[in-house]
């Protein structure tokens, strides 16, 4: 109801906003750099953050840049399964039959990403998305995915994005020799306090607004209530904003901050 009060053409906090549109916070823009740069080392990286802290956006920003003549970007979202249950997702983003032998799927995966090397001269990418959730198992074959040629060439760039949990589950004595392979670790952070004001602004501008709807007062009121979590700053931005149009109000204050917040509980 509030695009209509003030005169939005769009949701400002879709979930379907173009990569190109991000807004570019510091925390954002360091996680791309590391990830370009993991790109080059072919290696194993570990991205992880708080939920809502735009892992997975950031990394469908830069999967998104990719030029696909010179990468092939493969994404595995959540899988709680076995081995046989991932390697079935990735035979499946790669275009390959679904073997029924998990030895059978691991040489097929294997030889596709060496011929997207060799032959198509294309370095592929498999992320791996809410890797907190896989068995133990599976983030050891996962390992053993990206062994080639007795371990002198990476081939295969495996990108495991998860929650905090997971950089705890990698220190573990059980997975020494995946958390060994690991050339990338990174932790994101929510947005910093002064790029509120710029982040809201950003998103009411790409919904067709140019003049400031939060108060300064009610930007430091969302920032304390969400930690700065992208996710839950635009969950709470929302309905503040339905407060206010609800009270007839041009802009949003702390109270409609507050009046908002168990609505996101």
């Not at 997702?89 to 679904?98: D, H, K, N, Q, T």
């Not at 932790?187 to 602004?201: F, Q, S, V």
């Not at 979590?229 to 609800?246: G, K, Q, T």
């Amino acid at each position: 109801m509030y695009r209509k009060h003030f005169a939005l053409t769009r949701h400002p906090f879709a979930k379907d906003i173009d990569p190109a549109d991000f807004f570019p916070s510091d925390a954002a823009r360091e996680l791309e750099v590391r990830l370009r740069y993991l790109l080059e080392l072919r290696g194993i990286g570990l991205i992880t953050g708080e939920v809502g802290s735009g892992k997975t956006s950031i990394c469908r920003k830069v999967a998104s840049s990719l030029h696909s003549g010179l990468y092939r970007v493969f994404y595995v979202p959540l899988s709680t399964g076995n081995v046989l249950d991932m390697y079935k997702s990735i035979a499946w983003e790669l275009g390959l039959p679904v073997e029924r032998s998990r030895a059978a799927l691991f040489r097929s995966i294997r030889t596709e990403v060496s011929r997207l090397c060799t032959e198509a001269k294309t370095k592929p990418v498999l992320i791996v998305d809410e890797a907190q959730h896989l068995r133990s198992e599976v983030l050891e074959d996962l390992r053993l995915l990206t062994n080639y040629d007795m371990d002198s060439q990476n081939r295969l760039t495996l990108v495991l994005v998860g929650q905090a949990e997971l950089r705890r589950r990698l220190s573990m004595a059980v997975h020494e020799a995946l958390s060994q392979r690991i050339v990338l670790r990174h932790h994101l952070a929510g947005l910093a306090r002064d790029e509120m004001p710029a982040y809201l602004a950003h998103l009411l501008r790409l919904a067709g607004c140019e003049t400031p709807l939060f108060e300064p007062a009610a930007l430091e009121a969302i920032f304390q209530a969400t930690n700065g979590l992208p996710r839950r700053v635009n969950l709470l931005a929302h309905y503040a904003l339905s407060a206010a149009a609800l009270a007839g109000a041009r802009v949003v204050s702390p109270e409609h901050v507050h009046a908002a917040v168990p609505e996101t509980a």
